[in-house]
């Protein structure tokens, strides 16, 4: 089972940032957080992932909890092409990536 | 960063015959292909874990002698079908791992292959 609770769905004006919550009340101290996204009908995309601390790439911010409990990951600038299903996994070195149904992202022109 | 390919992207095939998904690392090795399986408005399952040169594991409930994995090198793992059935039409999509530069054991997914069998 996933280790993750996420919205089922969220929507999202073009332009607007995204915050997609993601609940790990469980999580242990050597799972990462990681976010994945997967636009219709096509492979999970990697976004980002973090240990405690926040994470910033070209792509989104990941802003993580202190105690590591919850975390949002950020969109920025969201456009059409972000409308997708978001999916937020915890995850230990060597441990199999477990997806849980995930947030689906409408972003609104 | 890495990429994973997945040939074909879709298949349609018969009742009662067998098809075969690859599976390729294009700009890495990868130590450990998973194979995962999704069915329209549901999340991804994994189905199996294979290592290079090993026999792969099968989550519960994925029968091993229908959905044969071979990974016999570090840039190519197949998945085939035996005995396909309208039952087994869904999005096939594998990763791969190898060792990450952070040390997190990245996972990288390939486009999938939607398999519809009539």
């Known amino acids: 089972d996933a280790k993750t609770t996420q919205p089922p769905s969220m929507d999202c004006a073009e332009g607007r940032a995204a915050n997609l919550p993601c609940n790990h009340s469980t999580i242990s101290g050597n799972e990462y957080v990681y976010w994945y996204r997967q636009i219709h009908s096509q492979g999970p995309q990697y976004i980002i992932h973090?240990?405690?601390n926040n994470e910033t790439n070209e792509m989104a911010s990941l802003i993580i909890t202190e105690d590591r409990k919850s975390s949002t990951l950020i969109l920025p600038h969201a456009t059409l092409r972000d409308t997708a299903v978001y999916y937020c996994i915890v995850r230990a070195y060597g441990q199999n990536f477990v997806f849980g149904p995930g947030t689906r992202l409408s972003v609104l022109p | 960063g890495a990429v994973v390919s997945q040939h074909p992207s879709w298949v349609i095939c018969k009742s009662g015959t067998s098809v075969k998904i690859e599976c390729r690392s294009l700009d890495f090795q990868a130590t450990t292909m998973f194979w995962y399986r999704q069915f329209p408005k549901q999340s991804l399952m994994l189905m199996a874990t294979s290592n290079e040169g090993s026999k792969a594991t099968y989550e519960q409930g994925v029968e091993k002698d229908k959905f044969l994995i071979n990974h016999a090198s570090l840039t190519l793992s197949t998945l085939t079908v035996t005995s396909a059935h309208p039952e087994d039409s869904s999005f096939y999509i594998c990763?791969?791992?190898?060792?990450?530069?952070?040390?997190?054991?990245?996972?990288?997914f390939g486009p999938g292959t939607r398999l519809t069998v009539t």
């Open positions: 990763s791969a791992s190898g060792e990450g530069g952070t040390g997190a054991y990245e996972q990288y």
């Open positions: 973090g240990l405690k």
